[in-house]
C-alpha cells in the first residue's frame, strides 16, 4: 500500500508537469489569438519544441503573416481609392469655372468693338469675372497639391450679393436658358471664403442649366432675401425635377442623374455650405422643375460661433 501510495503521487506530480508544459504554450496562443487587432503590430509566437504544438504554432504565425499581407493590400487600395476620388473631384471642380469662362471669352468676342466708348466698360466687368473664376481654380489646385481634398473656409467678409451677380455674370451669354435673379436686400455681407461660394453657386446653377436645357422654355430663377437671422438663397429651375429614386442619393457622393459627370459637385456644395455653419435642401418632383433652397447663418451669427 505504501509502493502504490507513492507511485500514484509520482504519477500525479508527472503529469502535472506534463499538463502544464503542454498547456502553457496553448495558453499563450490563446492569449496571441484573442489580442489579435487590425490595424496594429501583432506579435509572432516564439515556440522553439519541435512537437504537435510546434505545428499549430506555425500556422497560427503562418496566418498572422497573410493577415498583414492583406492589410498593407488594403491599406494600398483604400489610397488609391482615395486618390482616385480627389482627382475625380478636382476635375469636376475645375471643368465648372472653366464653362462660365468659355461663355465669358465668347460673349466678349461679340461685344468687344474698339470704336465704342462702352467696350472699355464692358472689357473690364467680364475680365474682372474672369479673374474670379481663375482665383477659383487656382485654390482648387493648391488644395489638390497639399493633399487636401477641401479646405477650411479662408473666410473674409463677402458682399453675396455682389457674388451672385459676378457668378450670373458669367452664364450672361447662355442664350438657351434664361436665367433670373431677385434679392431684397441691396447688400449682404457675410463672413465666408469667397472662392468655394463661387464654386457652390457655378455646381447649382450649373446643373440647373443641364436640368432644364430640353424644357421648351428653360427658365432659372434665383430669388435672396433675409428670413430673422437668417439668409435664404433659392435656385430654381423648370426642369426634369428629380424622381423619388434619386432624391434619397442625390448628395451622395459620385451619385449623379446625368449621364456625364463625377457626381460628386452636390456633395462638394453640401460640405462648403456646412462648413459655413449653413444647410441645403431641396423640393423637386418629375417633369415640373427643383428648387434648392440654402440657409446660412446671418454675419452676426456667424461672428459669435466663431
Known amino acids: 500500500m505504501s509502493i502504490f501510495i507513492l507511485l500514484l503521487a509520482g504519477a500525479i506530480i508527472i503529469s502535472l508537469l506534463v499538463s502544464t508544459r503542454l498547456v502553457q504554450p496553448l495558453k499563450q496562443l490563446q492569449l496571441k489569438v484573442s489580442s489579435i487587432s487590425f490595424g496594429k503590430q501583432n506579435q509572432h509566437i516564439v515556440y522553439t519544441a519541435k512537437d504537435e504544438i510546434s505545428t499549430i504554432v506555425d500556422a497560427y504565425n503562418n496566418k498572422l503573416n497573410e493577415l498583414e499581407a492583406a492589410i498593407n493590400q488594403l491599406k494600398s487600395n483604400e489610397r488609391e481609392s482615395a486618390w482616385r476620388d480627389m482627382a475625380k473631384q478636382v476635375a469636376h471642380e475645375i471643368n465648372n469655372p472653366l464653362t462660365p469662362i468659355k461663355l465669358s471669352v465668347q ?21 474682372k469675372s474672369i479673374i474670379e473664376q481663375i482665383d477659383a481654380l487656382v485654390k482648387i489646385a493648391k488644395a489638390f497639391s497639399s493633399f487636401a481634398q477641401l479646405s477650411e473656409p479662408n473666410r473674409s467678409q463677402v458682399d453675396l450679393v455682389q457674388t451672385i451677380g459676378g457668378v450670373l455674370l458669367m452664364f ?3 442664350k438657351k436658358v434664361q436665367i433670373g435673379f431677385e434679392t431684397s436686400i441691396d447688400t449682404c455681407f457675410l463672413p465666408i471664403d469667397k472662392e468655394q461660394w463661387i464654386q457652390v453657386l457655378n455646381n447649382l446653377i450649373k446643373n440647373a442649366i443641364q436640368a432644364c436645357s430640353n424644357s421648351a422654355n428653360p427658365q432659372i430663377n434665383l430669388q435672396l432675401h433675409q428670413q430673422d437671422q437668417f439668409i435664404i438663397l433659392s435656385i430654381q429651375d423648370n426642369g426634369r425635377g428629380i424622381s423619388a429614386e434619386q432624391k434619397e442619393k442625390i448628395f451622395t457622393p459620385h451619385f449623379t442623374t446625368k449621364s456625364k459627370g463625377s457626381g460628386i459637385g452636390l456633395s462638394i456644395v453640401k460640405q462648403i455650405i456646412e462648413n459655413h455653419g449653413g444647410q441645403i435642401s431641396f423640393e423637386s418632383s418629375p417633369d415640373s422643375g427643383t428648387i434648392f433652397k440654402i440657409v446660412l447663418p446671418t454675419a452676426l451669427d456667424n461672428q459669435n460661433n466663431e
Open 107 to 127: 460673349q466678349l468676342l461679340r461685344v468687344y468693338d474698339p470704336n465704342d466708348p462702352d467696350s472699355k466698360k464692358k472689357l473690364e466687368i467680364i475680365v
Open 172 to 174: 450672361s451669354s447662355h
